[in-house]
Structures are given as C-alpha cells and as structure tokens.
C-alpha cells in the first residue's frame, strides 16, 4: 500500500525556520521524482521544490535560497527544510511522488 504521510507543519513566526517530513512506503523512493507542492489560501496549487532520483534539486524562484529538499533513502523520507519564512509562505504543503502519488498535506501558518 503506497502512503506519504507530511507532518512538521505548524504555526511559524516571520523569520523563522520549519522542517517538514515526508515518509512514504509502498513504492521505490529512489526511482520516483519528489516534489513538494503548497496551495495558499484561495490560490492554486504550485510546485515549490524538487529532487530528482539522482540527487539534484531545483527551487522555484519565490523559495530558491531559502527552502532545501532532501531525501533520506534508509529512512524513506523526504524533508524540506524552510527557512526566512515570510506571511507568504503560509499554505498546505504537499508531497508528490511524480507522476502517481500524493500525500495529504501539512498546514504552515507564518504569522506573528
């Protein structure tokens, strides 16, 4: 049975740092693109960060120099490190195995 559990959202003050977690099961995490997607609220759902199975990663432009993705294999695990959070990163973050799993979201609320 294929699962991606996200967790280590929560309520962040500006300027600070969160780590989100992905553990998946039931598929090869080492054969699968990775991607970490947010949806704000009332707007669409976009890709943030990615990791391709041979390690490399791309950002997109409004999270580059700020967030990390990593992938830890003995542990079937996905992070994404953020940091200098901002109001505008308050969203439900999702994890995606591209092209065929996703996970059910973990709610980061940046606020003071």
């Known amino acids: 049975q294929v699962q991606l559990v996200e967790s280590g959202g929560g309520l962040v003050q500006p300027g600070g740092s969160r780590t989100l977690s992905c553990i998946t099961s039931?598929?090869?995490?080492?054969?699968?693109?990775m991607m970490w997607y947010r949806q704000g609220p009332g707007k669409e759902r976009t890709w943030v960060a990615r990791i391709f199975p041979v390690g490399n990663t791309e950002y997109s432009d409004s999270v580059k120099g700020r967030f990390t993705i990593s992938r830890d294999e003995a542990k079937s695990t996905v992070y994404l490190q953020m940091r200098n959070l901002t109001l505008e990163d308050t969203a439900v973050y999702y994890c995606?195995?591209?092209?065929?799993?996703w996970g059910q979201g973990t709610q980061v609320t940046v606020s003071s």
């Open positions: 039931g598929f090869p995490l080492d054969k699968y693109l």
């Open positions: 995606y195995a591209w092209p065929d799993y």
